[in-house]
């Protein structure tokens, strides 16, 4: 049986039911076609209108919290870790640049 979550509007009234186990594996897949066209904003912008036309906008808004999440902990942290050991430093320019989108934007 799949695991559902219902989701609630700010009243506490549902107003949707998710497949949690199929959300995941969506947003694995989401995931990597994005992390594959890294350096293509041509493709990466085609990649996210094809997803997009899967779902309806609030639960697009959950597809993609989960493969940020994913993005972040399947690609991104592996390529630093491996960066960090080759002595590449990227962490102190994503520090730099982080903070700098908190302090001017």
Sequence with gaps: MPD???ITDTDGQP???VDVDQLQGDATK???DLAEQAGDDDALDKVVERWHGTRDPD???YLCAAALSLLVRCVLAPILDVADTAGIDL???LR???DNARNTL
Aim: aromatic share 16%; hydrophobic share 50%; charged share 15%.
């Design 96 to 98: 730099e640049a982080a």
């Design 15 to 17: 107003s949707g039911i």
């Design 91 to 93: 962490r102190t320019g």
């Design 4 to 6: 559902l979550v219902v």
């Design 30 to 32: 989401f995931m990597y």
């Design 59 to 61: 639960e697009f808004g």
